[in-house]
């Protein structure tokens, strides 16, 4: 990612250190959404492959964005708002997931479980 990155936004030198802070904030951003509205979290666990789809529509449209657009200012700004929705979305996906994995583990298995989710997503 810092090759294309320092390909696709020559001006923008800081562009990947941007990229590498919009993922804390929206990790932070996240926490603070689930710390008032946990319950509802937990009733979305079925949603799991929407929210994997919102992740992936970050991802997906930030290389057909600088396909699109020219202007360096515009292309930083949506390497901003694609990576900060990729960001959110990548944290309720990870809490989802582990949350059901170690929920349906069993007492005995329950730090290797967690082990695995850290391995998954950290």
């Known amino acids: 990612m810092p090759l294309y990155l320092s390909q696709q936004l020559p001006q923008y030198p800081i562009a990947y250190s941007v990229q590498d802070l919009i993922i804390g904030v929206s990790a932070l951003l996240g926490g603070l959404y689930l710390s008032k509205h946990a319950n509802k979290l937990m009733k979305m666990a079925k949603n799991y492959p929407k929210l994997l789809l919102l992740q992936a529509l970050g991802l997906g449209l930030l290389p057909v964005s600088f396909q699109l657009m020219s202007n360096q200012t515009m292309r930083f700004g949506f390497l901003i708002i694609a990576w900060?929705?990729?960001?959110?979305?990548?944290?309720?996906?990870?809490?989802?997931?582990?949350?059901?994995?170690?929920?349906?583990?069993?007492?005995?298995n329950v730090r290797v479980s967690n082990g695995d989710c850290l391995c998954y997503f950290w």
């Open 84 to 108: 900060l929705g990729y960001g959110i979305f990548s944290f309720f996906c990870q809490y989802d997931f582990c949350h059901c994995h170690s929920t349906t583990s069993s007492r005995k």
